[in-house]
């Protein structure tokens, strides 16, 4: 599986987006960007997942650039509750057989 | 659906005593993963398995790890004997065998082993 870059902490003004970016510049085609987060002393969280297109749900929207190198997660409206650690991982999974590696991720603060 | 349960939540034990952790996948999910969380090593997959068949141990760090899935609804990873560096929380997740997949992570157990 490719490997993914995060900055390992940002920090967001509640109300705006946060935008996390996360560099895969090694994906193939048949692997798929995942997003998960951890909040504190709870198990990670899936958010999104996308191929080539643009994807948004209830959650967030996932930006994957055309050469598919890179993505962004956009959490519109950033609350306290989305403090956590977010983490990008691209997984192929086509031939039934992987090991996610969530990496270390990025620590998000929303602050007031 | 209850999501993933495991058990206990909280184990504290001294070394040398046998540990067995405890999972219980969402139903009808095919696929069930250990992971360990670490502050050093972030967080880790252990072992997996499909249908109930263990297909990649190979994060399994020592002879003293083991994990079995007897039934789609069980499964237990035991340590024995327990060490303070496997001091951690363990987390299982299960998901369908289907591309794209999606895990859902249980609660975990953090374990202390003095």
């Known amino acids: 599986d490719a490997k993914t870059t995060q900055p390992p902490s940002m920090d967001c003004a509640e109300g705006r987006a946060a935008n996390l970016p996360c560099n895969h510049s090694t994906i193939s085609g048949n692997e798929y960007v995942y997003w998960y987060r951890q909040i504190h002393s709870q198990g990670p969280q899936y958010i999104i997942h996308g191929l080539k297109n643009n994807e948004t749900n209830e959650m967030a929207s996932l930006i994957i650039t055309e050469d598919r190198k890179s993505s962004t997660l956009i959490l519109p409206h950033a609350t306290l509750r989305d403090t956590a650690v977010y983490y990008c991982i691209v997984r192929d999974t086509s031939g039934g057989s992987y090991i996610p590696t969530f990496g270390r991720g990025t620590s998000l603060i929303v602050h007031p | 659906d209850a999501g993933v349960i495991q058990s206990p939540r909280h184990e504290v034990t001294e070394m040398g005593q046998e540990v067995t952790l405890r999972c219980k996948p969402i139903s009808g999910h095919n696929s069930l993963f250990w992971y360990r969380q670490t502050m050093m090593r972030g967080l880790e997959l252990l072992i997996y398995f499909n249908n109930n068949v263990p297909i990649d141990d190979s994060g399994m760090p020592e002879d003293r790890f083991s994990a079995k899935m007897p039934n789609a609804s069980f499964s237990t990873l035991k340590i024995q004997p327990s060490e303070p560096r496997d001091s951690a929380v363990y987390f299982c997740?299960?998901?369908?065998?289907?591309?794209?997949?999606?895990?859902?992570f249980g609660p975990g157990t953090r374990l202390t082993v003095l």
């Open positions: 997740a299960s998901s369908l065998v289907q591309v794209p997949d999606t895990q859902y």
